[in-house]
């Protein structure tokens, strides 16, 4: 057994016996930046902090609350991220994707992450939502690098599908009923905490991407590495550098993000 899968192991097992796991949740839901209000329509069982969780890392950016929320949502067992940690925030690639292997341990086996993201695509505008389809991970750190955790997965682990095409499909079945827009395209996760420059911008939409952002593949690689279905969303907050006249700011990824926590709620309720 590898030292971090002990590690986990006596984590989950210590908020076991804390009581603070109300019950396996099936479903474990990541809240982007901005994206937090979507736990104001939740009846909260359990919450757990992560500063509360000894050797777990601590989000240091204030737009993350950083906690785990147990509730239900349509009487399914339900696991939210209240907010995530990132790569830039300073921590080791394995540190990052703990809170994704926690929620492993506590049973969840079908993922939905979301983030905000700067829109790539000439056809994508301010507050649009993409449904991920693929995502471009050359750009970070591979969070499976060292001893392989075989209690999890494989050591060298497919990702020709890594967002499940029936759980996308219901997103998009979803969104139509409520007639919210849902693009669809390829995300790339940098690490941050720059934004990119305008050549760098460039770079990427020739590359195939639609998206980008400092966050959420690292995660993906993890949770398919350990064979979770997987569906993602971006909140595209703002077109990326360069494709419109203003600079980057996080004021505004925040204050869109927030317009469209309740479209992805509303989304997400009817999915699951
Ligand atoms: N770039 C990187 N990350 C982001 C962006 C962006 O334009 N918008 C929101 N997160």
Not at 68 to 77: M, R, V
Not at 147 to 169: C, H, Q, W
Not at 235 to 259: F, H, P, R, W
């Amino acid at each position: 057994m590898t030292k971090e899968y002990s590690n986990l192991k006596k984590m989950y097992e210590g908020l076991k016996a804390k009581k603070l796991i109300p019950y396996k949740p099936k479903w474990g839901i990541i809240l982007g930046s901005g994206l937090g209000d979507f736990v104001e329509n939740l009846k909260i069982d359990s919450l757990i902090k992560f500063a509360d969780i000894k050797g777990f890392p601590k989000t240091t950016n204030k737009a993350h609350k950083g906690r785990y929320i147990f509730t239900k949502i349509n009487a399914e067992n339900v696991v939210v991220m209240n907010g995530r940690i990132h790569f830039y925030e300073g921590y080791d690639a394995i540190d990052v994707v703990k809170t994704i292997r926690l929620m492993k341990l506590m049973g969840v086996e079908n993922l939905i992450v979301t983030n905000a993201a700067g829109g790539l695509n000439k056809k994508f505008k301010p507050n649009d939502l993409m449904l991920i389809r693929d995502h471009i991970s050359i750009f970070i750190k591979n969070p499976l690098i060292g001893e392989n955790i075989s209690e999890f997965g494989a050591r060298f682990p497919d990702m020709t599908e890594v967002y499940d095409k029936k759980l996308s499909d219901k997103i998009k079945k979803a969104s139509a009923k409520y007639k919210i827009s849902m693009k669809e395209g390829v995300y790339v996760q940098l690490t941050g905490p720059s934004y990119e420059s305008p050549f760098e911008v460039k770079l990427l939409a020739k590359m195939g991407a639609d998206a980008v952002g400092m966050s959420t593949v690292m995660e993906t690689i993890v949770a398919r590495h350990m064979g979770m279905k997987i569906a993602g969303i971006s909140c595209i907050t703002n077109l990326a550098a360069g494709l419109s006249k203003g600079l980057q700011s996080d004021e505004e990824v925040l204050m869109n993000a927030k317009k469209n926590s309740n479209k992805i709620y509303k989304i997400l309720k009817e999915v699951i």
